[in-house]
């Protein structure tokens, strides 16, 4: 039997997203407001479906919205860094982005009592620094790249990328990279505003959305036998009630297909058990 593997990772950054990018207007605030009724929405559905989830919450979320953070830990989900400001790590310094992954991470230890196993970075801005200060920090993963799509994959370190030259490859790492794409995430379909220029979204059909997301795992089923496919919400986007009602239907349909609903931490040691000796994709 095929093992199929799919992890739902929420990105609760509400307002943190808004304010790291200076959209501190008072309507822009209530749109992150709205998350605290949508992770009331989520945690619910998955309850009561038994699906445990991965969510990466910045510690300005975390202390802003204490219940909400709280909440999502009592539901037993696993909780990974989303740093603590959500500025991109791309604008900031070596020692700038350490401090952000450590006070990311302190947030969410006051709050689970445990380091974060996992990472996501900001906008998925990893900075030519971000995978060595993760693999310093002793983090298990990061979910922010898009080499593959269904198996996951060693992070390398040190690439020499130059405009007239081939690539030289770094050295692959002890990190594990749990692989995503904006083709699974429902921010550039449904909220992804000009923000700079205080453009209003132009949402998709959320109904014709879910049926990309259904067949990215129907293509896996077909052609793999083992895999992990990653989707990426944000409570505050698909917490809208037309969306929760497709977010259910992929649910239910993902399990009549015969996914198995993971944490991202629980699907490295899966990664880890199938690829003993990781998988590189250096100079591939
Ligand atoms: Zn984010």
Redesign the pocket.
């Known amino acids: 039997m095929a093992d199929l593997f799919v992890c739902l990772s929420f ?1 609760h ?1 509400n307002v ?2 808004g304010i790291a990018r200076d959209m501190v207007s008072i309507a822009a605030i209530s749109r992150g407001d709205f998350g605290i009724t949508a992770v009331r929405r989520l945690l619910a559905l998955l309850a009561e479906r038994r699906i445990p989830s991965t969510w ?1 919450i ?1 510690g300005h979320t975390t202390e802003s919205y204490p219940s909400c953070a709280h909440a999502v830990h009592a539901g037993g989900h696993e909780i990974g860094n ?1 740093g603590w400001t ?1 500025r991109s790590p791309l604008i900031l310094n070596r020692d700038g982005e350490a401090e952000e992954l450590m006070s990311g991470s302190m947030a969410i230890e006051a709050l689970t009592g445990r380091r974060p196993r996992g990472y ?1 970075a ?2 998925r801005d990893l900075s030519p620094h971000s995978v060595d200060l993760l693999v310093d920090e002793g983090f298990l993963y990061d979910s922010s790249m898009m080499g593959q799509d269904y198996i996951p994959y060693q992070a390398r370190t040190g690439d020499r990328v130059a405009l007239l030259d081939p690539m030289e490859f770094g050295a692959d790492t002890a990190l594990v990279e749990m692989p995503v794409h904006w083709s699974l995430d429902d921010k550039p379909y449904f909220e992804a505003t000009g923000a700079e220029a205080g453009a209003p979204p132009r949402p998709m059909n959320a109904r014709l959305v879910v049926e990309t997301w259904i067949d990215e795992f129907r293509y896996m089923k077909k052609h793999l036998d083992w895999g992990v496919l990653t989707y990426t919400f ?1 409570p505050h986007v698909i917490g809208r009630g037309h969306r929760m009602l497709v977010l259910e239907h992929l649910l239910a349909v993902l399990r009549r297909e015969g996914a198995t609903f993971l944490t991202l931490e629980d699907a490295v040691t899966e990664y880890r058990r199938k690829f003993p000796d990781g998988v590189s994709l250096r100079g591939r």
């Open positions: 990105d950054d943190a997203a990466f910045p989303h959500h996501r900001p906008g944000h």
